[in-house]
């Protein structure tokens, strides 16, 4: 055993788990980006991981697998800071126990993360929401499912892990109904729930007749929804409903692209952003500053304050004869 295995294991079951008591999804991102610098490693070099010592994982190697990921696997540079978050994290760790590799160390953690482009935040209008609510089939026991989850989301703004992981006993229905999650940070959050969401879910809920711990989204088998599932089912909706929305052809629809629809409804509301943020989940307030600037109501009612610009249209045309042959070089 090398000393770059101890580490790893001593990061995983001493740094993770114990000290910092990190979730599940962070111990998944952080294993899979291990997983796939390991492969890398050992494609290119062909050592076994278990054979790996830090001068294997010097500054070069590590850039070369960041580049990787973007040429090769094709993923964005969010994911690709994303991957080199997590293994700034190992390397931090792993200075503390090898002193002596500390000037690789210090290279790699150096790598400075890459900058990117920031879309604008892209969002369902009315009508697209109902079209999308309308393409389930509520015939099926799989779209009357669908459709409660649909409701679900696009009225609370549930991330997709918080959605998946309710239970029963998480929906509260009758005078002061609401959804209670735990949420991105170890966050609780309990979230109101409209008469039409209510009706949606408490229906629901009969038909699913589960047990208090039961999985309130589930398969024909009982086990609960998955990331993947909820995706697949909303691509298909996604599709079925374009076929009575036209505008929903152009848009790429995800999960968070939901809860992005949460947002600007409450911001078209007139509710306050801190009121938001603490809607969503998010730590800072700042997280919800991108809704404000795809919101284009917002700017049209600033722009309606100002004085509009009364210069008269037209082109420069100058007098003399040598300034027009400049002009017009």
């Not at 909303?234 to 992005?260: D, F, N």
Request: proline residues 4%; charged residues 20%; hydrophobic residues 40%.
């Amino acid at each position: 055993m090398t000393g770059i295995t101890a580490t790893v294991q001593m990061f995983f079951s001493d740094r993770l788990a114990k000290q910092r008591q990190a979730s599940g999804h962070t111990v998944a991102a952080y294993r899979d980006t291990l997983r796939l610098l390991f492969a890398f490693v050992q494609s290119t070099t062909g050592k076994l991981p278990s054979h790996l010592d830090w001068s294997d994982l010097d500054q070069g190697v590590i850039s070369a697998f960041l580049d990787h990921l973007e040429t090769t696997r094709n993923n964005s540079a969010r994911t690709r800071n994303a991957r080199l978050g997590a293994l700034r994290s190992l390397f931090r760790y792993a200075a503390l126990q090898h002193p002596e590799h500390a000037d690789v160390i210090a290279r790699v953690l150096a790598i400075p993360p890459k900058r990117f482009d920031k879309a604008t935040v892209s969002y369902l209008t009315a009508e697209e929401v109902d079209a999308l609510l309308a393409a389930p089939d509520l015939t099926t026991w799989e779209g009357r499912r669908d459709h409660a989850w649909l409701m679900l989301c696009i009225q609370t703004g549930l991330r997709v892990s918080e959605l998946t992981g309710l239970n029963c006993a998480d929906i509260s229905c009758g005078t002061g109904s609401n959804v209670r999650c735990h949420g991105k940070g170890r966050k609780d959050r309990a979230i109101p729930l409209t008469a039409a969401t209510e009706a949606a879910v408490r229906y629901w809920l009969r038909e699913r007749a589960g047990l208090p711990t039961d999985p309130l989204f589930c398969t024909r088998t009982g086990r609960r929804l998955t990331r993947d599932a909820i995706e697949h089912r909303l691509i298909a909706h996604h599709a079925a409903a374009a076929l009575t929305c036209g505008t929903l052809q152009s848009k790429k629809l995800s999960p968070h692209t939901l809860r992005h629809t949460t947002a600007m409804t409450l911001l078209h509301a007139g509710v306050d952003t801190t009121v938001i943020a603490l809607w969503l989940g998010h730590a800072d307030t700042r997280s919800t500053d991108p809704y404000i600037h795809a919101d284009m109501t917002i700017k049209e009612r600033a722009l309606a304050k100002t004085t509009p610009v009364s210069s008269p249209p037209g082109r420069y045309r100058p007098a003399d004869s040598l300034l027009s042959f400049l002009e017009g070089l």
